[in-house]
Structure formats: C-alpha cells, structure tokens
C-alpha cells in the first residue's frame, strides 16, 4: 500500500483525539468523570431552532443536496445578523458563504492561499484548524506563543521582517481559545494597518463574538477601518446557540475572498443539511432575545469556576468572554503530567496546555460547560491533584507564583 504523504504525517495529535476513548475507560470503571475537555456545553438549542428543524425535516425539498448556495434564507438572516450586532453591510449572495461548522471554512481557506511553502502566522496555542490547513496545503506555519506578558496577542514587533515577508495568511481569534483573552480596538486596528502594509490575508475567527460577560461586547474585524480589504471573519453557530453538533457556521468578506473558499469547497463537500440551515436562520432572525439567558447560564458557571480553581489553588483570571478558564500551573509541574494525573486519580477531563504545542506550556484549560456543582467539584479534585504533585516534587512555593501577575495583567489589559 502507498504510504501516508508527508503532509498528513506532519499533522500533529489532535488535542481532543484520545480524550473519547480515556473517558470511556473511565466511566467503564465506574468513575465519576466531569469532562472539561471540548468547549461543548450541556445546555440546548433555542426551543424555536428545534422546532423549525422538526418542520423543515418533513419537507422534501430541505432533504436535497444544498450546494455552494445552500439555503438563501441563511444567507439572508446572516446577512441581516451582521448588520444588526455589527452594523456590516455584506450581499448574501457574494459576501458570505455558509460553512459546515466554521472548523471546515478555517481549514479549507489555507487551500486557496497558501502555496507549497509559504507560511503562515498562527498563534500556539490555538484552535486547531489554522496549524491543519497550513500543514494540509504544504506551507509552513510559524508559531507565535501566546503568552501574558504580551496579553496573549500576537505581537507583529516580535517576529522576523523575514517571516513577515514571507507571510501569506496571519489567524487571530479573539475573543480567545483557550487563553480567553480579548483584543483591544487599537490592537485590531494596528494589525489590519499592518496586514495591508505586508500583503497578508487576516482570517479573524470570532466564533464567541456573542459569549462575552461584564459589558464586554467583541467587535467584528470589520468595525475596523480599511478591513474589508485584508480580512475576512469565520462565524460559529455552535457556541452562541448550542449548536455544536450540527455543523454550521459561515464566513463573510470581501467577494473576492468568499469566493476562493467557495471555489475550494465545491469540490470537497455540498453543504449543510438545508433543515440545519433554516434552524441556523431561526435562530439568528428570532433569538437574539435567547440569548443573554444562555450567556447569563455560562456567566453563572464562569464565576463558579473561576472562585473554585481559584480557591484550589489556580490563580486564574476571570475571562470578559469565551468558555474557558485558562489555569496557570506552578513552573516545576508539565501540564501533561497535571492533567494525566487529574484523568486518571480524580476522572476530571481538561486539557493541558502542552497539547497545543509547547506555546501552551504552564497552562491548562478549563471548560466551564457544566454546573456550577459540578464545577466545583472538578476544581477541588483538581486542588488535590495538585497538592500531590507539589508534595511529590517538594514545591513549596505558592503555585503559579510568577504567574499569577502575568496572568492577571494579561486578562485586565486585553
Ligand atoms: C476558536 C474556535 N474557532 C472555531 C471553532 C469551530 O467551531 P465550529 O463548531 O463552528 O466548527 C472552535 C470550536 O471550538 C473554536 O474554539
């Protein structure tokens, strides 16, 4: 048999990969597991998308092939979402285009931008999808660490003017995953002035724009000036609805850019489910009021989570957005050896920052996805985990000291 091709051998473990099969393991045993792994929460759909699913099922027409075109209805409410929560004009037809989950669109766009050996600009640690399309179009990915002392943005000043020529695609997500760190205005405002000084595509995933707490509300790169002409931004129906299993989300920009990915996908996939779409248009035209109920359920678990970890002995800050805390770590303990040991003595999933590259070192992830109570219940095994391992490494210092101001600092500015 052939074998594999250099480029899928490049791909490294995907962070999320063995976590199914430990749990399973777990529960086998009859472990109480709390699952903080994947930033998927308990909670339901808006009745109404479930509703307009259960109707649109029934119609034979939703059950044919969506094409790039996929349901105008979608493209419309999009269209019309954009507006509303970021006062962004884009044409349905040629400035959007609906995705199957924004993971896909943010992989499939390196296919129509980068050649074999360009490189990319993607932050470490990151969602996975900028570091896979780079990889699986042959191009080179350079790996800027996201770390407090620079608010966990990705600081242009800091890399090579080589790699910066060189550059073809710079990711930013922000609000963040996993650092859960914001971008301040005049921050997106410099990157977008330099991203056209240096011919450099800026993919900006704002896949929680609308999981934000404390006033805080995130912008669209396109509230930028001068960004429609560099930029184009990945939408998530998953994490503002509850919708992560349903695979929809979409992409808008410049006509120019919508259509390089549409030109990729048509010859890889045929679209969402047309039932989903029309759930996805219900739930952006006639939810807006559900929302803050939803973020009012991830703000009560966010404040559970942080004063419990807190209080275990993790000096996190409290994120303005997203659904994570993410935890710093005492310098003498790897987060793989953390979290293996939180696994396998106390059955708590999280996910440990090395697993998304040694950029994420120091750290580990918490998804505050299920009850306050089972929060607090994850973070105080979580405290005994750690005071093992200090008492096993005689660590006497106070964890995370060093980091604790960094981490603090980082999250107050951003
Ligand atoms: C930053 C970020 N971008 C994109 C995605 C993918 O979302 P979707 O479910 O729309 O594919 C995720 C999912 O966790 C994410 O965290």
């Known amino acids: 048999m052939p074998p594999y091709t250099k480029r899928v051998l490049s791909l490294p473990e995907y962070p999320l990969a063995k976590i199914p099969e430990q749990k399973r393991q777990l529960i086998a045993r009859g472990v109480d597991v709390i699952d903080l792994g994947a930033g998927d929460a308990d909670l339901s759909p808006p009745p109404a998308v479930i509703e307009r699913i259960t ?16 349901l105008v209805e979608y493209r419309e409410a999009v269209a019309r979402f954009m507006k509303r929560r970021f006062g962004q004009d884009f044409d349905p037809l040629k400035e959007i285009i609906p995705l199957i989950g924004s993971k896909e669109g943010l992989s499939h766009l390196a296919l129509a931008y980068l050649e074999p050996g360009d ?29 407090p002392e620079d608010n966990f943005l990705i600081n242009l ?21 996993p650092t859960s760190a914001i971008a301040p205005r005049e921050y997106l ?9 240096l011919d450099i595509l800026l993919v900006y995933d704002n896949a929680y724009s609308e999981l934000a707490y404390d006033g805080y509300v995130p912008p669209s790169i396109f509230e ?38 549409a030109k990729v996908k048509s010859f890889v996939d045929t679209g ?37 970890f807190n209080e275990a002995g993790f000096p996190c800050a409290n994120p303005k957005a997203t659904m994570y805390i993410w935890c710093p770590l005492p310098k003498n303990i790897p987060s793989a050896v953390f979290g293996e040991r939180l696994l396998q003595d106390e059955g708590v999933i999280v996910l440990p920052g090395s697993l998304f590259g040694p950029g994420g070192e120091g750290f580990f992830r918490v998804s505050f996805i299920v009850s306050p109570e089972r929060l607090r219940e ?8 750690l005071k093992k391992l200090q008492a096993q490494s005689g660590e006497e210092s106070r964890p995370g000291a060093g980091r604790r101001q960094e981490a603090q600092s980082g999250m107050a500015r951003a």
């Not at 405002?189 to 000084?197: A, P």
Request: positive net charge; glycine residues 6%; proline residues 5%.
């Open 119 to 147: 490189t990319s600009i993607v932050p470490e640690p990151g969602y996975n999808s900028y570091l896979g399309g780079t990889l699986l179009s042959d191009a080179v990915p350079y790996k800027y660490p996201l770390r």
């Open 378 to 385: 994850a973070a105080a095994r979580a405290g005994r985990v």
């Open 55 to 70: 109707e649109a099922v029934r119609i034979p027409t939703m059950s044919r092939y969506g094409f790039a075109l996929g």
């Open 224 to 261: 930028i000036e001068g960004a429609r002409d560099v930029a184009i931004e990945f939408h998530s129906m998953s994490k503002t609805y509850n919708m992560t299993g349903w695979r929809c989300g979409w992409a808008c920009g410049k006509a120019e850019f919508v259509a390089a990915l």
């Open 272 to 308: 969402t489910f047309m039932g989903i779409q029309a759930a996805a248009a219900t739930a952006l035209d006639k939810c807006a009021d559900w929302i803050p109920t939803n973020v009012a359920e991830f703000k009560r678990r966010r404040d559970a989570a942080v004063e419990a």
């Open 157 to 177: 000043d800091k890399i090579p003017a080589e790699v910066l020529k060189k550059a073809k695609i710079l990711y930013l997500n922000y609000p963040n995953n």
């Open 189 to 197: 405002e410099d990157v977008v002035k330099r991203c056209k000084e």
